[in-house]
């Protein structure tokens, strides 16, 4: 996967409002960092967001950043289906609302 390529846009929105991108960095990095929840973990829940989003840049950095933090392939392949899971289970609940009572 390399779908980077919006993602070196930011430079011109910097350009354009460095002082929310500067803010936008600084926010990036604060959740993701380790505290109660380590790193690794909070990656792979970052691709898992990713992943329902649909988001291919934000997959991409997540799964560098999750891999460099220590995930395993095992670990990805069940992200996965957590996605998966989460997003048939949503399809599901939504469709409920087609039926009265």
Known sequence: MNSLNNV??????DELRSDA????????????????????????????VALTTKCPDCIEVHLHEAIKA???????????????????AGTVTHGTHFFEG
């Open 8 to 13: 070196t846009k930011f430079a011109k929105v």
């Open 21 to 48: 991108m500067s803010a936008l960095r600084t926010w990036d990095k604060l959740p993701l960092s380790d505290g109660a929840i380590p790193k690794k973990y909070k990656e792979l829940m970052a691709i898992a």
């Open 70 to 88: 220590g995930a395993t392939e095992k670990e990805l392949a069940e992200v996965i289906h957590v996605s998966a899971a989460l997003r048939s």
